[in-house]
């Protein structure tokens, strides 16, 4: 069993380029979550989603990030026009149903680290 | 709204030691608490977890961490640390009335002195 898997692990960009994040849930998963650690903080919920669905993004920036877990492959976030203050670590986590984390908790990924040059 | 506060960012203690890392929530009706632990380079791992029952809570690698309603706290303990332990901790929150969204203290880093 795989685990959860993010990718890349280190993420350069220049300011105004796009930035893609990806991450494979964990086998028999069909939940995600995004969460954004800025540094010196703790994580940040982003959004959630299932297959296809965006449940709740009310932790996302209105503007420039978007997220989307396809039927097929992984789930990606994707940060458009990046700025400086983009640069973070990014953790996905998945479970497997909608008992949350009383039941199941959260597995995460290594998480992806943004620096924006 | 919910907030986790941890109030040390690095806790440096001695091989075999014992070790305890704060965090303290604001108020709220009922809450689950959660642990997490993050090695270098690695994901976040779940450590330990209270949702009802006994106050006190046992996890992997030996920690434990006591629920204390009056105080809002849920202290992670070790009696005797090894430097396999040093890593980043997190606790995180949270409200009952959210199955899956979680409030995260700033993380304690724990150094393992030789």
């Known amino acids: 069993n795989a685990g959860v898997m993010q990718n890349p692990r280190h993420l350069v960009r220049r300011r105004g380029q796009e930035a893609r994040l990806r991450c494979s849930p964990m086998?028999?998963?069909?939940?995600v979550y995004w969460y954004r650690q800025l540094p010196e903080e703790g994580l940040k919920f982003m959004v959630y989603?299932?297959?296809?669905?965006?449940?709740?993004e009310s932790g996302m920036p209105k503007e420039r990030f978007s997220a989307e877990f396809p039927k097929e492959g992984p789930s990606i976030l994707r940060i458009q026009q990046v700025v400086r203050g983009d640069s973070a670590a990014y953790f996905c986590?998945?479970?497997?149903?909608?008992?949350?984390?009383?039941?199941?908790?959260?597995?995460f990924g290594s998480g992806t680290r943004l620096t924006v040059v | 709204a919910q907030s986790v506060t941890q109030l040390d960012s690095q806790v440096p203690v001695f091989e075999e030691a014992p070790v305890e890392l704060r965090c303290n929530y604001s108020?709220?009706?009922?809450?689950?608490l959660f642990w997490y632990v993050q090695y270098p380079n690695q994901g976040l791992q779940l450590l330990l977890k209270?949702?009802?029952?006994s106050t006190l809570v046992k996890g992997i690698n030996g920690f434990e961490a006591e629920f204390n309603k009056s105080q809002t706290s849920f202290h992670l303990r070790k009696p005797s640390v090894h430097i396999s332990d040093t890593a980043e901790y997190f606790c995180?929150?949270?409200?009952?009335?959210?199955?899956?969204?979680?409030?995260w203290g700033a993380g304690t880093k724990l150094i393992i002195k030789p």
């Open positions: 986590a998945s479970s497997p149903g909608t008992g949350g984390l009383a039941n199941y908790g959260y597995t």
């Open positions: 086998k028999g998963h069909s939940h």
């Open positions: 989603l299932q297959k296809e669905n965006i449940i709740d």
């Open positions: 108020s709220s009706v009922s809450v689950y």
């Open positions: 209270y949702l009802s029952g």
């Open positions: 995180a929150v949270s409200d009952r009335s959210s199955n899956y969204q979680l409030i």
